[in-house]
């Protein structure tokens, strides 16, 4: 068998695996390793498990992932998701849609502390569902707004995805966290445009909420202050040269914890709660790092990602073509992974011939900073697009007095905007690299 058709083959197995719902840790790691086997031989590949996860687990950036994801636990059981969601909702939630409005802004906010779309999705639905459903908003635009609203998890940093990337590809984790920062709040400013336009067409959708005495809305905003505090000082720290991104994370997560147990939200239990969350996390990305490393093993033995390179750079079309493939290519994977599978399966394989194109005369560290924005911009859409969606699944699990078709009617509207959002980074890099130029 030649290395090729073995490469086909585990891919084919993978997706058999993932289908009989195997974890995905799972469905990579044995197809990997048979692959592996039929190339090499037993030796080899008991030589590489020895190492690999050794290797892999020592890595000291990847500690970066479990801090931030404290972070968010702690933000979530000391109550941050509540002060935000009612801080945004005394401003906005008197005009028609107000309440998604706020719920988008919340997710948003919640995202720049948190790090993770699913975390995100799950905690603002829990809190602003039920408001949304009280003042008469249609359950399949509350669900799509919520679902929406949390991909804002990974594209406003800090970012899981973003950081994998990073690892992946040997980039400036700080330069990441940059470039997309401006992509985030253009997607969180599109998505409240795109509501508002929705609930002006379809007025019966979101009815107007009471508005709201001027004291209280100050109140509401003066409750949120502990978000910005981490904000600046995590972010404020990392391009002042203060501390590294891991360094960042763990200020944030002592910090985040602090502002809980000020505000008497954050108890001994909530804290062992976390803690036990970010753990269970923590070890499921953990094993599919260490199921992607075995399949990504055994493709470098078959030769593929450098026959792809060479073929992708023999093709004669022009090289945003390429890129546009790609990216649509991700978000078909987008139904049936999830984000932090995708990155560690094809960027592999993907970022040297991505690296070989010419594009629009951007060098080296440049190109793999916007290629890898596109990239988390691509992967967010497969977070709430059709037939799978992973923020739908999750929203709709809090919310079961909601069919799941209407939910994936109501993310159509957000999701033409993602298009035109990343027709626009393809097209205008400085979207992404001109905070990064201007900042370092």
């Known amino acids: 068998m030649s290395p090729t058709t073995v490469g086909l083959a585990m891919f084919a197995a993978m997706l058999a695996l993932m289908a009989l719902r195997m974890p995905i840790a799972a469905a990579m790691f044995i197809p990997g390793a048979i692959g592996y086997l039929v190339i090499s031989d037993g030796a080899?590949?008991?030589?590489?498990?020895?190492g690999s996860a050794v290797a892999r687990l020592t890595v000291y950036e990847l500690s970066v992932i479990p801090l931030f994801?404290?972070?968010?636990?702690?933000?979530?059981?000391?109550?941050?998701?509540?002060r935000l969601f009612r801080a945004a909702a005394a401003w906005v939630g008197h005009v028609r849609g107000g309440l998604g409005m706020a719920s988008i802004l919340s997710a948003g906010a919640f995202g720049a502390v948190c790090g993770?779309?699913?975390?995100?999705?799950?905690?603002?639905?829990?809190?602003?569902?039920?408001?949304?459903?009280?003042?008469?908003?249609?359950?399949?635009?509350?669900?799509?707004?919520?679902?929406?609203?949390?991909?804002?998890?990974i594209l406003i940093p800090p970012s899981v995805p973003l950081v994998v990337y990073a690892i992946l590809t040997e980039q400036n984790i700080a330069k990441l966290f940059a470039a997309a920062l401006v992509p985030g709040l253009l997607a969180m400013l599109g998505y409240i445009a795109v509501l508002g336009l929705v609930c002006r067409a379809r007025p019966q959708l979101a009815p107007p909420s009471e508005a709201v005495a001027w004291p209280e809305r100050l109140r509401a905003l003066v409750g949120v202050w502990p978000i910005v505090a981490i904000f600046a000082l995590v972010f404020g720290g990392i391009y002042g040269g203060l501390f590294s991104p891991t360094e960042g994370a763990a200020v944030g997560?002592?910090?985040?914890?602090?502002?809980?147990?000020?505000?008497?939200?954050?108890?001994?239990?909530?804290?062992?709660?976390?803690?036990?969350?970010?753990?269970?996390?923590?070890?499921?990305v953990f094993m599919i790092f260490l199921g992607a490393d075995m399949m990504n093993a055994t493709l470098a033995l078959t030769g593929m990602p450098a026959a792809l390179a060479g073929w992708v750079s023999a093709l004669a079309v022009p090289?945003?073509?390429?890129?546009?493939?790609?990216?649509?290519?991700?978000?078909?994977?987008?139904?049936?992974?999830?984000?932090?599978?995708?990155?560690?399966?094809?960027?592999?394989?993907?970022?040297?011939?991505?690296?070989?194109?010419?594009?629009w005369g951007l060098q080296g560290q440049e190109k793999a900073i916007w290629f890898g924005i596109l990239v988390l911009m691509t992967v967010g859409i497969g977070l709430i697009a059709p037939p799978v969606g992973l923020n739908v699944?999750?929203?709709?699990n809090l919310a079961r007095d909601v069919p799941m078709g209407d939910t994936y009617r109501g993310v159509f509207p957000f999701l033409a905007w993602d298009a035109l959002r990343v027709v626009?980074?393809?097209?205008?890099?400085?979207?992404?690299?001109?905070?990064?130029?201007?900042?370092?």
């Open 44 to 50: 080899s590949l008991l030589n590489l498990l020895k």
């Open 69 to 82: 994801l404290l972070m968010g636990q702690f933000a979530t059981q000391g109550g941050l998701s509540r």
């Open 116 to 153: 993770s779309s699913v975390a995100t999705s799950a905690t603002i639905t829990q809190v602003a569902y039920p408001e949304m459903r009280q003042h008469g908003y249609a359950g399949g635009l509350a669900t799509a707004t919520l679902a929406t609203g949390g991909t804002l998890g």
């Open 253 to 284: 997560a002592i910090a985040t914890g602090i502002a809980g147990v000020a505000q008497r939200e954050l108890t001994m239990a909530a804290v062992r709660s976390s803690l036990a969350a970010t753990a269970e996390t923590s070890a499921m």
């Open 319 to 359: 090289p945003l073509v390429i890129v546009l493939a790609v990216l649509l290519f991700y978000v078909a994977l987008g139904c049936v992974m999830d984000e932090l599978s995708m990155l560690l399966l094809t960027i592999p394989v993907l970022f040297p011939a991505i690296m070989g194109l010419e594009l």
């Open 393 to 396: 699944y999750v929203v709709n």
């Open 424 to 440: 626009l980074l393809l097209v205008f890099p400085v979207a992404s690299l001109g905070l990064v130029r201007w900042l370092f």
